[in-house]
């Protein structure tokens, strides 16, 4: 279909052609990280609408771990739509819907190595993709490392997300500032504004959740 196609241009806007599926791609980005900061339930369909087109994006600008990564986020939009509807009868809120909570130190620490460790089997697999499968991936990955670690640590915050970890968003802030400077380099401009307002709300998010870890203790005071 041409509305998957990148080639196929909505409008243009300063010089630049923005397509259809970059700009409901951004569109739908947007109104699901907004919904998560709120801790907002619907965030999670939004999400499933914005994987499913940024995974077409991805393998048309050569993004190739990022457009992997899509196949995750799919899968994971809908465990965490499970995971905040249905808590157990503890870890309820006011809401009847998953408390917002933090990681253990045991579990940072599991966090750091892994995104590491990722980061590097990730990328040296990235970097040779064109090589071991060069029917499917006709030109080199465009930056397999960084692009490795958005993917990586996307993955990890994601787990979190889900489990409503106030930590994700500390790593969600990492990860948009690396791919904000990276889609700007590949030249799709929208997703680099997307991944730049995308910081603003996860410094949000950060705040916004630690306010309503807050709010239980004084609920139950």
């Not at 569109?27 to 499933?48: C, E, M, Q, R, T």
């Not at 465990?79 to 503890?90: A, D, N």
């Not at 990955?141 to 500390?170: C, G, H, N, R």
Request: proline share 3%; with cysteine; aromatic share 20%.
């Amino acid at each position: 279909m041409d509305f998957f196609n990148i080639d196929h241009i909505f409008f243009s806007v300063w010089n630049y052609d923005v397509s259809y599926l970059e700009f409901f791609g951004l569109i739908s980005g947007i109104i699901a990280v907004v919904l998560s900061a709120l801790a907002n339930v619907w965030s999670w369909p939004a999400g499933i609408i914005n994987v499913t087109l940024s995974f077409f994006l991805f393998f048309q600008v050569q993004l190739y771990p990022d457009m992997f990564l899509q196949i995750f986020f799919f899968i994971t939009n809908v465990m965490g739509w499970w995971r905040w509807t249905h808590p157990k009868p503890y870890e309820e809120d006011r809401k009847h819907e998953l408390k917002i909570s933090f990681l253990k130190t045991s579990e940072l620490i599991l966090v750091s190595a892994a995104g590491i460790a990722g980061t590097l089997l990730l990328g040296l697999f990235a970097e040779n993709l064109h090589e071991l499968f060069p029917s499917v991936f006709t030109k080199p990955s465009a930056a397999p490392y960084l692009d490795s670690f958005i993917t990586v640590m996307s993955i990890v915050a994601t787990i979190y997300l889900i489990q409503k970890k106030i930590e994700s968003w500390v790593i969600w802030l990492l990860v948009d500032v690396i791919a904000t400077y990276l889609y700007f380099s590949r030249d799709i401009k929208l997703y680099g504004v997307l991944y730049l307002v995308l910081c603003f709300i996860a410094a949000f998010a950060l705040w916004n959740w630690v306010r309503e870890f807050r709010s239980y203790r004084k609920h139950h005071s």
